[in-house]
């Protein structure tokens, strides 16, 4: 599997062009929301290969090009951002990896809310509901399902056609201000817009939002789940930081961003078991609807806990350090002891908790993931090879380390026999440990 991040597929080929070699990290020189000051550093990953750029068995001899991985925060609007630009045709590439597997975990998540949309916001045949990176159509089809009109944007070609055979219109196009404003000139306009797990990969934050703005009827609902900064602190998420992700959102910035551009934020959900603490805000039109109580809750625990000062983050960075430095410690004293020690999911970010810390072939042997686009390739920088999940039970590793933290449950329970003859899984985060 890969970990599941629907941001991998969908969302992922914003500005899709071919590999361009050799591009250059700039400097972000103001706040991608509010356009304010650079944002101020707090977390140097050092630099990394881009993260879901496989290597392939043929390119073994060539270095991957690595890049700044740096973390800042605005002081002005309380956005959590990477502090380098890096050329668009560096990050999303030509092999991207977009065809992800979902897990089961998330599969039940979107049945939910599907079910809860249609009931809150009385959804039927004359109703019209938007998903942004709608990948291959797998939430939008319990829509259709269900007699609901839906229109799934979405461009990268392989998972915009899985989608139209499904049943789920598809347009293969960037999400934004300009498609939004065509799209209402055709006479459509959305009672409700989902947007999962894609707000972290798109380029112009304002432009994105503005569209939602746009294409949303008067009384409409936009339902927006990401990853929340605030869980990523707390429990030591750095390795959900890459390259292709380009900003880490509290409630405080999303509310300054959706402000910014005729939007209210009416409600908030939290997750915290999907990705590792996802957000869920819902938006109104400005004025439109009375936010619930959740707002102002998840607002005041927010303030509360520091997320819209730049000390809250400051000490990131040593927190960060000692995982590290645990987890090595851990590896080297396994292989001092002749255990042999693999991995599982070679999800994004496991490429970053790798290079990051340093960690090579001489700690680990190789990684498995059931996604066959991945397998027969290499993780870049730290050089992992990828093979078949299969490959666990014929080699029987003595220690496994679950690089797709976020569903180690579902892994955990797939690899009961690998457990039964005596295989050990070693979560990394947020301390890690031996289970
Ligand atoms: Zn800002």
């Known amino acids: ?18 590999a361009a070699a050799g591009g250059i990290a700039t400097p972000v020189t103001s706040c991608r929301s509010c356009a304010g000051p650079a944002p101020r550093l707090f ?16 390119a073994l001899d060539a270095t991957d090009p690595s890049f700044p991985l740096e973390v800042g925060f605005c ?3 309380a956005l959590v951002q990477l502090t380098h630009e890096l050329p668009a045709s560096e990050i999303f590439d030509e092999d991207y990896p977009y065809f992800s597997s979902f897990s089961d975990m998330l599969v039940r998540h ?5 079910i809860d949309l249609i009931a809150s916001r009385d959804l039927g045949p004359d109703s019209l509901v938007v998903e942004v990176a709608s990948n291959d159509g797998y939430l939008l089809k319990a829509f259709v399902e269900r007699g ?24 293969e196009e960037f999400f934004g201000a300009d498609l ?35 294409l949303l009827k008067d009384d409409g609902l936009v339902d927006v789940e990401n990853p929340g900064v605030g869980a990523l602190l707390a429990h030591t998420e750095f390795d959900t930081v890459y390259h292709e992700h380009f900003c880490y959102f509290s409630t405080i910035a999303v509310e300054a ?3 910014r551009n005729g939007l209210a934020v009416v409600g908030v959900q939290e997750f915290a078991d999907l990705h590792g603490g996802t957000l869920r805000w819902s938006m109104g039109h400005a004025g439109t609807a009375e936010p619930a109580e959740s707002v102002a ?5 927010e303030r509360e806990s520091g997320l819209d000062t730049f000390d809250r983050y400051a000490s990131f960075g040593d927190a960060v350090r000692t995982v590290q430095e645990e987890l090595i410690e851990l590896l080297r004293g396994l292989r001092a002891q002749g255990k042999t020690v693999a991995a599982y999911g070679a999800a994004a970010k496991g490429a970053t908790l790798l290079n990051s810390s340093g960690i090579t072939t001489d700690l680990i042997d190789f990684v498995v993931d059931r996604n066959t686009h991945k397998q027969g390739r290499y993780i870049p920088g730290a050089r992992l090879p990828i093979l078949d999940p299969a490959v666990l039970l014929e080699r029987q590793p003595d220690y496994l380390l679950l690089l797709a933290w976020n569903v180690k449950k579902e892994i955990i329970a797939q690899q009961g026999e690998y457990a039964a003859r005596g295989g050990r899984f070693i979560v990394p985060v947020p301390r890690p440990v031996v289970l």
């Open 148 to 171: 609901i009109p839906v229109l799934g944007i979405e461009p990268t070609p392989g998972p915009a056609a899985a989608a139209r055979e499904a049943g789920v219109p598809t347009r």
């Open 110 to 114: 979107s049945e939910k809310h599907v």
């Open 180 to 214: 939004a404003r065509q799209l209402v000139a055709e006479g459509l306009k959305a009672d409700v817009i989902i947007a999962n797990n894609v707000m972290a990969h798109v380029p112009d934050l304002n432009s994105f939002v503005e569209g939602f703005s746009i």
């Open 257 to 259: 961003l959706m402000r």
């Open 1 to 18: 599997m890969s970990s599941g991040t629907r941001a991998e597929g969908g969302a992922a080929a914003a500005n899709q062009q071919p």
């Open 297 to 301: 809750a998840q607002l005041g625990a």
């Open 75 to 77: 002081e002005s609007c």
């Open 43 to 58: 977390l140097s990953l050092g630099s990394t290969p881009i993260a879901n750029r496989l290597v392939r068995a043929d």
